[in-house]
């Protein structure tokens, strides 16, 4: 199965993947690819330019790869804010949407705490993009109705 992880900066993305993956499972996030990429000591977000365009494409193509196996294995994929493109490409291939999502409150003092402050324009587009209604909103940490 191909679980698409979407969710503001800091929602908790990462977390809620790591609560559920299994050790055989795929986990194609961007974060962790550049920073398999990069050196020691290198920062666990806010990496460089470079660095961050180097880990796109190797995340295309862990994708690419990734939805080959997904009968066999589950993939969690973080994908911040997918395009209606992406979105239906997702949709094609069977994918499950995950909405993660604390509160904008949350998020922001998050990454306040932890992030650049260039990572507040990005939080304002993401709740700008799902309060337009371009997505379904979804409540803090939530997934799947069961």
């Given at each position: 199965m191909?679980?698409?992880?979407t969710g503001?900066?800091a929602?908790?993305?990462?977390?809620?993947?790591?609560?559920?993956?299994?050790?055989?499972d795929?986990?194609?996030?961007?974060?962790r690819?550049t920073r398999a990429?990069?050196?020691?000591?290198?920062?666990?977000?806010?990496h460089?330019?470079i660095?961050s365009?180097?880990?796109?494409?190797?995340?295309?193509?862990?994708?690419?790869?990734?939805?080959k196996h997904?009968?066999t294995?589950?993939?969690y994929?973080?994908?911040?804010?997918?395009?209606?493109?992406?979105?239906?490409r997702?949709q094609?291939?069977?994918?499950?949407?995950i909405?993660v999502?604390?509160?904008e409150q949350?998020?922001r003092?998050?990454?306040r705490?932890?992030?650049s402050?260039?990572?507040?324009?990005?939080v304002t587009?993401w709740?700008r993009?799902?309060?337009g209604?371009?997505?379904?909103?979804a409540?803090?940490?939530s997934?799947?109705e069961?």
């Open positions: 191909l679980y698409v992880v503001p900066p929602a908790g993305k990462s977390s809620w993947i790591e609560a559920r993956a299994k050790p055989r795929i986990v194609i996030d961007l974060d690819i990429l990069t050196g020691p000591g290198a920062p666990q977000w806010n460089d330019p660095a365009k180097v880990a796109l494409r190797a995340r295309y193509a862990a994708i690419d790869e990734a939805v997904v009968d294995v589950d993939c994929l973080i994908h911040t804010m997918p395009s209606a493109t992406w979105l239906t997702y094609r291939l069977g994918a499950e949407i909405t999502d604390p509160g949350v998020v003092e998050r990454v705490a932890m992030r402050s260039a990572m507040e324009r990005v587009r709740y993009h799902y309060q209604g371009r997505a379904r909103p409540t803090a940490q997934s799947r069961w």
